[in-house]
């Protein structure tokens, strides 16, 4: 892409999350990414290592405003049982003025912890939650083409 308007840099304000299907209005921000597990390849006459990727880590995160305990509820439910709560979450973001829209789902997530309390006197309440999933699908991309 030789040039672009700066109107078209995508905005997180509209980022949107589903959290098993339900919607979560009150996303603040979020992120995913996957991280390459490399092992070193030695070639003769070569001072430096090759790299071969030989796996991947998925990990993750949202910030949600604290409106209510669903996230909580749903982690509890299972731990108390002593199951592993897995989950579905859906991220997209989609920019009016953007070139497209982006929306992955990731599945078989487990939260890294379940918040209980947070709280600190005179600020809004946020809780961001980590998370690891083992598979993930772009359900949108943004055309590079328009």
Known sequence: MKEFKPEQVISGTWGELWYDGEYMAE???GKAEITYKKTGIQQACRMMEGQKITGLEAKGE???????STVMKKELEAVNKGKTATHTIIMKLADP????????AFYNCVLD??????????KMGERTYGFTFDRWELLESINMAN
Not at 97 to 104: P, V
């Open 113 to 122: 912890k379940v918040i209980l309390m947070d709280f600190e006197s005179g």
């Open 62 to 68: 949202f910030k949600i405003y604290h409106i209510n």
């Open 97 to 104: 003025d953007a070139l497209g829209a982006e929306k992955i």
């Open 27 to 29: 996303i603040v921000g």
